[in-house]
């Protein structure tokens, strides 16, 4: 038979589907690795999808997505980023994961070149690799709180360099970019006449400082990713949103055709619920999400492991470069050993070669017990390796 797509097949697969493919064939282990939240899906959005079906929501809708919820998108946005949103600048996809692909579909031909942090969530590389593109990737460091610097960027832009990636909070570092940061960063985007795409899908998730997102600076250069997954605990439904300049959206309105046809109609008229419905939720999560961040900073600080502090999303980049292993053999013997599943840093690019991910969506007593098993394992391999050195001299 004739051999299939090079492209897709020489992907390489993510390196956290390793440790949680593992640890479901094991009992009893602390599951740090996912980055879902572990609250079910509010009460009165999943009653709003139950009566969206016997409103009989069951047909195809347009392929950017319902009028009636771009236009609540349009508006929200509109007022949360001080820019003009219309409804035919949103298009509704099946998550972020799917807004990622569709810029990438509409922006990139082959060989065009994508800024990509280092750390940064493994779907940015893959998305820009499956449409030919080429990811290079852009360092950030833990001296600098993982936010990225225009300075840093320039070594990296080039004639064919078209889009820059950003991600604020970020995922797998809990980084919120401050304003002054986030202005430099689209001023760069525009001295480089490069797109932006900003990923927000943590944006309601910050525990100090404020969102700030660059599509209030230039809101026809940015396209904005953002999805109900993580504000609303809506992982299973599948729905997020992209906004962006008239072009950019009509293409995208175009490619969902062949893509999707359409996001499911009860789950955008859930999507709708969640969106005008209360907001305490969201608030509860955020705090929940705070408290398991300061408990878990406290546990690193008693055992001499901290390095910074995340300020959103539900993540924490821990640091595991005293034990002697590599990051994915790291995890593997946590998880074997002390039976905690943590991501290993490289999944997300070398840059993490010396952290392990550690996901706060999880309750908080497991957490607190999992991060004091990770830094004691830690600790026992830094002294392992260190009667090993004295021995050998
Ligand atoms: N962007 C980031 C940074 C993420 O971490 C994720 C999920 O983990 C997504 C986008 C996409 O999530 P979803 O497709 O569920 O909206």
């Not at 099946?94 to 990438?104: E, K, R, Y």
């Not at 955008?268 to 999400?289: F, H, I, N």
């Not at 999944?347 to 497991?366: H, I, K, M, N, Y």
Request: charged share 20%; with cysteine; proline share 6%.
């Amino acid at each position: 038979m004739k051999r299939l797509a090079q492209t897709p097949n020489a992907m390489p697969g993510s390196g956290i589907r390793e440790i949680a493919n593992l640890a479901v064939t094991m009992p009893d282990v602390i599951r740090l690795e996912i980055g879902e939240p572990n609250f079910p899906t509010p009460r009165h959005i999943a009653d709003g999808a139950a009566r969206a079906v016997a409103e009989g929501f069951t047909k195809y809708t347009q392929s950017a997505g319902l009028l009636s919820l771009r236009t609540l998108i349009a508006n929200r946005v509109s007022g949360t980023h001080s820019i003009d949103v219309t409804p035919d600048r949103v298009n509704v996809t099946v998550g972020g994961v799917q807004g990622v692909q569709d810029v990438a579909i509409a922006l990139l031909d082959p060989g065009d070149e994508v800024l990509v942090p280092d750390p940064g969530w493994p779907n940015y590389e893959m998305a820009v690799r499956v449409h030919e593109g080429v990811p290079v990737r852009y360092p950030l460091s833990v001296e600098h709180g993982f936010v990225p610097r225009a300075d840093d960027l320039e070594r990296h832009v080039t004639a064919r360099t078209k889009l820059l990636v950003l991600n604020s909070p970020g995922n797998p570092t809990g980084a919120v970019f401050p304003r002054r940061t986030v202005e430099d960063l689209v001023a760069f985007a525009r001295r480089h006449d490069l797109y932006v795409l900003s990923d927000e899908v943590y944006g309601e998730l910050i525990f100090d400082g404020e969102h700030v997102s660059p599509a209030t600076f230039d809101p026809d250069r940015v396209v904005l990713v953002n999805s109900l997954s993580k504000t609303y605990a809506m992982t299973g439904w599948r729905i997020g949103y992209v906004i962006a300049n008239d072009a950019i959206s009509r293409v995208i309105t175009k490619i969902q055709e062949p893509m999707i046809s359409c996001v499911s109609g009860l789950v955008q008229k859930a999507a709708e619920v969640a969106l005008t419905g209360p907001q305490d939720c969201v608030r509860e999560m955020r705090d929940s999400y705070r408290s398991r961040r300061d408990a878990v900073v406290a546990v690193l600080k008693a055992h001499e492991n901290y390095l910074y502090t995340p300020h959103g999303a539900f993540y924490i980049m821990v640091d595991i470069g005293r034990s002697g292993l590599g990051s994915r053999e790291f995890a593997l013997a946590l998880l074997q050993e002390q039976q905690v599943a943590v991501a290993p840093g490289t999944a997300f690019g070398d840059a993490g070669r010396t952290f392990v991910r550690v996901s706060l969506a999880t309750e908080q007593g497991p957490l607190i017990e999992g991060v004091t098993r990770l830094c004691r394992f830690v600790n026992m391999l830094r002294d392992r390796s260190e009667v090993a050195a004295t021995r050998r001299q």
